[in-house]
Nanobody, 123 residues
Framework: QVQPVESGGGPVQAGGSLRLPCAAP????????MGWFPQPPGKQREWVSH???????SYADSVKGRFAISRENVKNTLELQMHSLKPEDSAMYLC?????????????????WGQGTQVTVSS
């Protein structure tokens, strides 16, 4: 099973924006639930967003209105567009593949994880 590969992270000032692509070699992102899980240093990974096979999206309250999850089907990538970034958004952002049939906010429902891309927001 090939892991997804995240990119696009880096340092950014508060109020700035970043776009995180996640490539998925070996499978088609549009046929799975796909999610994003930031993991701050020393803490558990936490769900912020997912997109279902049908394209329905969900967001944690902490990022609603600031983050947008989407798929680029031609490139077979998952993306997370982040705006109005805050220092508390700083984390390693992991892309993950979930179930074929449903989506969940529980990390245990995801079975293929990338290595992550680091996002650091300075005040």
């Amino acid at each position: 099973q090939v892991q997804p590969v995240e990119s696009g992270g880096g340092p950014v000032q508060a109020g700035g924006s970043l776009r995180l692509p996640c490539a998925a070699p070996g499978y088609t992102v549009s046929t799975w639930c796909m999610g994003w899980f930031p993991q701050p240093p020393g803490k558990q990974r936490e769900w912020v967003s997912h997109i279902t096979r049908g394209g329905m999206t969900s967001y944690a309250d902490s990022v609603k209105g600031r983050f947008a999850i989407s798929r680029e089907n031609v490139k077979n990538t998952l993306e997370l567009q982040m705006h109005s970034l805050k220092p508390e958004d700083s984390a390693m952002y992991l892309c993950a593949r979930g179930s074929f049939t449903s989506c969940s906010s529980r990390a245990t429902s995801y079975n293929s994880w990338g290595q992550g891309t680091q996002v650091t927001v300075s005040s």
